[in-house]
């Protein structure tokens, strides 16, 4: 369990130093860890257009 908190402290703080954007992989009942994956090398200057539908 110090491992989880250990990366999931980690993720947190490379998304807030925009360096990742990391996503982690439950099953539905949030009870198994399947994996993960991640946004690397973001280029975040590129303008967002957010669109609500």
Known sequence: MEECK???TTA????KEKRDLPFYIFTKDEQNFIGRAGLHHIDWSV???YCIS
């Open 6 to 8: 250990e990366r999931a």
């Open 12 to 15: 947190l703080e490379a998304f």
């Open 47 to 49: 303008p967002v257009c």
